[in-house]
Structures are given as C-alpha cells and as structure tokens.
C-alpha cells in the first residue's frame, strides 16, 4: 500500500519568514495530493490540493508543488503569520479523494 | 449547507462498553470515510461506505469494529467492548458521487476509562 513520509515533524518560524514543509509518497498510482490544516482540538481542513497533471498550484501565500519522477511533494507557505501556527497534514491518494493516505504531521509555529 | 455532521462530540466509555458514533455526510454526497487519529499522530484510513454497501475496509481492526451506512441515516461507526487504546478522535469525511474532494466533519473525541 501507499507510505505517506512528512519532514520536519516540528517547525518554528519568526512572523514573515516562509515555512517549506515535504512530503514523500510510495505509491506510483497516487495521482492526488491534498493538503491539510488542523488547529488544536478542530477538524483538518483542505487548503490547497494538487493532482499529478499539475507541477505546481498557488493560492495566495501557499503554494505547492510535485515532482512526480521523484515521487515528492512540498508545501509552502510564504509571510507567515501567527495564525497560520498549527499542524499540517499531506496526503496521497490514487483518484478518489476521500480514501486518503496521510503523512505524520508537522507543527508549525510562527512566532510574533 | 451544514457540512459533514458528527456525533456526539466528546464520548466517555468503560472499558467493555460500546461506543457508536455518527456521520451524516453532506448534501449531495453519498460517500463516506471514517480516520481514526491517535493523540499527536496523524489520520489512519478506517473504512470506506457508500449507501448500504462497505467499499473498502482495508484499515477496520479485525475485531470488535464494524461501520454501517444504511440507505436512510447516518453512518455508524460501532466499537464493541472498548478498551483504553480506543481512546482517540476519529473523523468522518464525506465526498460527492465523483470523489475529487474531501470534507472532514469535527470529529468525535472517545475516552475510554
């Protein structure tokens, strides 16, 4: 099955600085990767999503991108701000989106 | 749209009890997902639904788990004889008939004592 891989597992930035967090799948099949925000206590949320069609997407300050031949994937998160401090999930599916599987986790902290 | 509904919130057990914990999908969607999360982990892929039928449970523990979705109300994610190491929250998502996306509801935090 799918292995899903996530460094670092913590993260800590000043305010304004960006944040890069990777990610490594197994799966040649994996043709979907969405990423997750999850505040402490919350649901994970999608905030940006990739397929494998698509080298790189941006939406404002986040941005991902994929290298399929390399089979890995890297969020990042430009000026940050200290409530983008939470814990980021990424997640590799092939085709259907719920049926996911999910990297470890990293903890980002920005601070003021 | 109300989003993907969980409930209850917050489950406290005995050990032996069992649990039930429910999903309703969103609007218009008609499959659904259940993850468990252990503390400080991250999300592991349970069981797979769609109405009245099980399509995947590949991640469901062989023993005292089962999942439903039956054709009127919610999913049920059903834990006989809990023990202490089901404590954990466990999220449900629901997805449209063409699942390119996912939606996670709050999730349902279960303490076992």
């Known amino acids: 099955g799918e292995n899903v891989e996530q460094h670092p597992s913590t993260l800590s930035v000043q305010e304004g600085d960006s944040a890069v967090i990777k990610c490594t799948y197994s799966d040649s099949a994996s043709n979907y990767f969405p990423w997750y925000k999850q505040e402490l206590g919350k649901r994970p949320q999608l905030i940006i999503d990739i397929r494998s069609n698509v080298g790189e997407k941006k939406d404002q300050r986040i941005a991902v991108t994929l290298n399929k031949t390399a089979k890995h994937f890297s969020l990042h998160i430009t000026e940050t701000q200290p409530e983008d401090s939470a814990v980021y999930f990424c997640a590799a599916s092939n085709t259907n989106a719920g049926k996911s599987t999910f990297g470890d986790g990293t903890t980002l902290t920005v601070k003021p | 749209n109300a989003g993907v509904m969980q409930n209850p919130r917050h489950l406290v057990r005995r050990r032996g009890q069992e649990a039930r914990l429910r999903c309703s999908p969103m609007?218009?969607?008609?499959?659904v997902y259940w993850y468990r999360q252990l503390p400080e982990e991250g999300l592991k892929f349970m069981v797979y639904?769609?109405?009245?039928?099980?399509?995947?449970e590949s991640g469901m523990p062989k023993e005292r788990f089962s999942a439903e979705f039956p054709k009127e109300g919610p999913s049920i994610l059903r834990i006989q004889q809990v023990v202490r190491g089901d404590s954990a929250a466990y999220f449900c998502a629901s997805s449209p008939p063409v699942p390119t996306e996912a939606f996670f509801g709050q999730g349902t935090r279960l303490t076992v004592v």
């Open positions: 609007k218009g969607h008609s499959h």
């Open positions: 639904l769609q109405k009245e039928n099980i399509i995947d």
